[in-house]
């Protein structure tokens, strides 16, 4: 597709279950990004991907949190035991290369994930 | 934490007149980027400034980076209902990692 893709768009489950997000980035994209966003405040930085490697997973919040990239391509976020406070939107976002300047970063319309 | 700090949090106005919003941080960044997002959708990028001092406008849009790379404004003239939405700052680290600010939540109304 021409845009980064987040499937689902709206995920409601129940405290305890496990969840997957999927992010397909733009074709050629060697970066990939997370983010959560929670009501009221500005993104905040979950995981980067450099081609199929987790370059940076600081943000990654406690070990239910986990990326994977097997392909360098296609993403998915997998959250074990979800609990209430994991309720957020949750964002990917893909540039050509993973450098610091010079280079714009594409954002998915994000994952809607309530925890019931 | 967001460690870069907006304001106002939220800004409404009326069509035709002129607003600026604020973006400060205690920490020098190499760039900092503006985007605006709207309901249901991913923030997209408006524009990058790199060098103190800078100033980069946008149509109506004007973009200030403080000369000690700490701090930024955006002001827009003659504001449009199309301008309505949540404006954030966000500064540029290592591979392009971005931290954002809470962002201000701008209302135009006709």
């Known amino acids: 597709g021409a845009g980064v893709s987040q499937t689902p768009s709206n995920k409601v489950t129940e405290k305890g279950k496990y969840v997957e997000l999927r992010c397909d980035p733009i074709?050629?994209?060697?970066?990939l990004y997370w983010y959560r966003q929670s009501l009221g405040q500005g993104p905040e930085f979950l995981i980067y991907?450099?081609?199929?490697?987790?370059?940076?997973d600081s943000g990654l919040p406690n070990d239910r949190f986990f990326a994977v990239r097997p392909e360098g391509s296609v993403s998915t976020l997998k959250i074990q035991r979800t609990e209430r406070g994991d309720s957020a939107v949750y964002l990917c976002a893909s540039s050509l290369t993973g450098t610091s300047s010079g280079n714009t970063i594409y954002f998915g319309e994000g994952s809607w994930l309530t925890v019931v | 934490t967001q460690l870069l700090e907006q304001s106002p949090q939220f800004l409404s106005i009326q069509e035709g007149e002129n607003l600026t919003v604020y973006c400060n941080s205690s920490s020098v960044f190499s760039s900092l980027q503006w985007y605006r997002q709207e309901p249901g959708e991913g923030p997209v990028l408006l524009v990058t400034v790199v060098t103190g001092g800078e100033v980069k406008k946008l149509k109506r849009l004007t973009f200030q980076f403080g000369d000690a790379r700490k701090d930024s404004s955006l002001h827009i003239t003659a504001a449009q209902p199309g301008d309505t939405g949540l404006y954030l700052c966000a500064g540029v680290g290592s591979w392009g990692k971005l931290q954002f600010g809470a962002g201000t939540q701008v209302v135009v109304t006709p």
């Open positions: 991907f450099q081609g199929t490697g987790a370059a940076d």
């Open positions: 074709s050629g994209h060697t970066a």
